[in-house]
Structure formats: C-alpha cells, structure tokens
C-alpha cells in the first residue's frame, strides 16, 4: 500500500510538473546503458542503478506469433509456459521458487513480434537468476508430458479469453480480416484444431530454431557491479553454444489496400451489436509513430477524450467506444472500435465513428488538446522509469520496436516534437477510404 501511494504521488507530481513548466522545457535524464555482445551472440544490454536493493532480469527472444509455423498457431505461446516446466537442472516451477521464496516475482508474455521473460529479485539474487535464464534457454526439457500439460492450459485460455468472451472474437477478426497475407493475421494465443494437430518433435524443433543466444537480448537493470555482472554472464551465459543452423524470418510484406472491405460476422453470446473499423498502420520504427500516440490520447484517452464525449456522453449511442494504435515490427494496426448502447445499432456507431475521423481530419485539433495529450504521454513515460522494472521493460520495447536499446532515451524528445499539424497530416495519410475494413459484430439470433 505504501509503495502504491508514493508511485501515485510522484506520478501526480510529474503530471503538475508538465503543466506548470510546459512540455517543451521537459528534460529527462538518459539512462546509462552499457551494450556489449557475447561470442555466441547474445546481447546484453545493462543499466547499474544501485538506489534500491533489487534487480529486474529480462530475457527477450526475437519470436512472436508471427513465427509461429504454418498450420501450427500457437506455438510461441506455448512456449512462454513451457519455459516454466523443468530443464535438465530444475525441477518444475523452480523459477517460481528461486522468485517468489524470496520476495520477487516473475512473469512472461508473447507478442506477434517477440516473447519476452522476466524477473525482479533482491539484487543479491541476481547471479542465481542468470544461472537460471542461461539454463532455461539451453536446457528446457521439451517432453511429452511438458508438451501435453502446455498444450492444454493454452487451449483453455482461448477457450476463457476468446470464445467465452461477449467480444473475444470479434478482436480475433480485427486481427484475421484486417491482414490477407502476413502471418499477423493468424493472431498470438493459437488455435484449437492446430494445437491438437501439433506433436512434441514440432515444439523441440520450434525450441531449437529460435531459444539460442543470438536470437536472444539480456536486459538488466538495477543494483549489481557492472564487473561482477560481466563475469557472471559470461560464466552462464556464455558457455551456451551458438546453433549452426539459421533462423527462418518472416519476409512477407501485407500489401496495401485498394478498396475498402466490409464483414458481418455473429456469435451466440454477443449482448449488444459492436463495430471494429481497421487501417493498416505503418512498421513500428515509422517517424509518424509519435503523432499517431498522440492522435491516440486525443480520441480515446479516458472519459474526456473526444470519441468518449461525441458517442458515449452526448449522442449516449454507444457504451464504449475508443481508437486503438496496435504497433507491430512489419506495420500493425490503427482500428476504431466500439459497443452499442441498448437499442442502438452497428451502423450508427460506424456512423459516428467516421465523423469523428472526419473531424480530425479537418478541423485538427486545438493547442488545448495538443498540449494535454503530450502532457499526458510523457507522464507515461517518465512513470515508467521510476523502477528497475520500468526502466528495463522500457529497453525491452526499444529493442522489439525500434531495433536499438539506447532510442529509450530519445522517446520524450520524439513526443515533444509532434505539432497539431503532424496529428492532422497523419490522420489524413492513413485514415482513407481505401484503407478500410469495417466488421460488423452482432448476436446470430440463435442460429445454427
């Protein structure tokens, strides 16, 4: 409760900070990142903060669901908890007891792009974490019993988080609708017919391919000697023998849209009629990324943003409605989505949707609004350094979306130069009409 109320406090001093001074006169202090790279290929990426007893540990694989094999979704997945099961010198769930026993924790999470594992310990810990993260990426077992149990918890969590979900689906078709040739479209949590098909040799080979040092980043942030660090990642880390042979990546590039592209689809258990309209975004190192952040507060940033105040508060037509920049590596998405209110239908919120879209595009926005939503983004951004943790996860998303670890600390600066006229031009450069897929979401009347 504590550390709640002085992470609030200081976060509420940040924000006040912004507006007093101006975001122009911002200035955030860089964080020293050392760099080096180990014989076998192995990033590391380091950051000595000895201000507070602790150490955040992450390990961060360059395979999401976009490498997922043809026919086999799922299997980065998968693997984010398999590499929790045992390896040939840990028992099962031993991360948790080398975390958890002494105050830490840990945890994973897969994108389309990369999957990612971390840790946070006593800083004292620290040399067993990379002991552990060096034997895990080199020595998971990948057996039939490790391989089924997976599997299963897996499919039950597209069970619980897709199919049992009013709109869980509906957020499957943004993904599968919106793409026609690059694997995003097959989407990250797997699918159950594919899960079934897929056999123990399918996982070790997916394990062998792509769990190897030079396939690999290892972020650290925190209370440590940089030399004591040095030697423990070579004596752990280094002795992993770099695979000979090479690492499939996806080349496909989605093309552009030409027209725009219209889908009905319906499900049992949907209360209330819902649209999603999609445009293909640009790659994620793209300089119009920060405009498209800030156009992203302005429509959709809590109750006072304007697709809250225009289709929830005053038209009162929908109970929900935001705009949603997906970042990907290869080019996400930008996709407005929304639920009707009771009574309300699916082409008045796409109605809606567009005239807020419209509006933006013509009129801009006002300094007002300019000045808030960049106030806000850099609060984000300097809140989320105040920990190891904050500081390491923000490294992580330099590394998976911009390629270079040391651009963390250039992000403040990248939002404080976008203009009210960068936000309109960004809004007309990729909001067209031939960039468009509209899916109407609604509950099938109790077809069979």
């Known amino acids: 409760m504590r550390k709640t109320l002085i992470s609030f406090t200081l976060a509420a001093w940040v924000l006040m900070t912004l507006v007093i001074a101006g975001v122009a006169q911002v200035k955030v202090a860089p964080l020293d990142i050392k760099e080096r790279t ?13 201000t507070s007893p602790t150490a955040a540990i992450h390990v961060w694989y360059n395979v999401g669901g976009k490498n997922d094999p043809q026919g086999k979704s799922g299997f980065a997945h998968m693997f984010e908890h398999m590499m929790f099961k045992s390896t040939k010198n840990m028992p099962n769930e031993k991360m948790d007891r080398l975390t958890e026993d002494v105050g830490g924790f840990n945890n994973a999470s897969t994108w389309d792009d990369f999957t990612n594992y971390y840790e946070v310990v006593p800083s004292n810990y620290l040399e067993t974490l990379l002991w552990a993260e060096a034997e895990r990426m080199v020595n998971l077992n990948v057996d039939d019993k490790n391989f089924a149990s997976e599997r299963d918890v897996v499919k039950e969590e597209f ?9 869980g689906q509906l957020f499957e078709y943004v993904s599968s609708l919106s793409y026609t040739q690059h694997p995003y479209k097959r989407g990250v949590i797997g699918d159950l017919d594919q899960l079934n098909a897929a056999t123990p040799a399918d996982a070790k080979s997916f394990y062998d391919l792509y769990y190897r040092p030079d396939n690999a980043y290892l972020i650290v942030v925190g209370d440590f000697d940089q030399a004591k660090f040095d030697t423990w990642t070579d004596k752990y880390f280094g002795r992993v023998k770099r695979p000979t042979a090479s690492i499939p990546r996806v ?3 989605e093309p552009a849209r030409t027209k725009e592209t219209r889908y009905e689809k319906t499900a049992p258990n949907v209360p209330f009629p819902a649209v999603a309209i999609t445009y293909l975004a640009p790659p994620s190192k ?3 990324i920060a405009a498209l952040r800030v156009a992203n507060k302005i429509l959709s940033g809590g109750e006072s943003s304007r697709l809250y105040q225009s289709l929830v508060y005053k038209q009162q037509i929908a109970q929900e409605a935001s705009f949603n920049l997906d970042n990907k590596v290869d080019g996400g998405l930008l996709y407005f989505f929304a639920i009707a209110s009771e009574g309300k239908t699916g082409a008045a919120l796409e109605k809606a949707l567009l005239a807020e879209l419209a509006l933006i595009q013509t009129k801009g926005i006002t300094p007002k609004e300019l000045e808030k939503a960049k106030n806000q983004l850099i609060s984000d951004a300097i809140e989320s350094l105040e920990d190891n943790d904050g500081k390491a996860i923000a490294i992580e998303r330099s590394v998976a ?18 203009t009210a006229a960068d936000v309109q031009r960004v809004m007309k450069k990729y909001f067209t009409d031939t960039n468009r897929v509209v899916i109407h979401y609604s509950n099938d009347g109790g077809a069979k």
């Open 159 to 167: 069970r619980q988080s897709v199919l049992a979900q009013p709109y």
């Open 251 to 253: 080349t496909i590039k």
């Open 38 to 50: 180990l014989p076998n290929g192995l990033k590391v990426v380091s950051v000595q903060d000895n």
């Open 401 to 418: 979306y911009e390629g270079d670890p040391k651009l963390v600390n250039t992000n403040v600066k990248r939002l404080q130069a976008v």
């Open 286 to 288: 793209d300089a119009d």
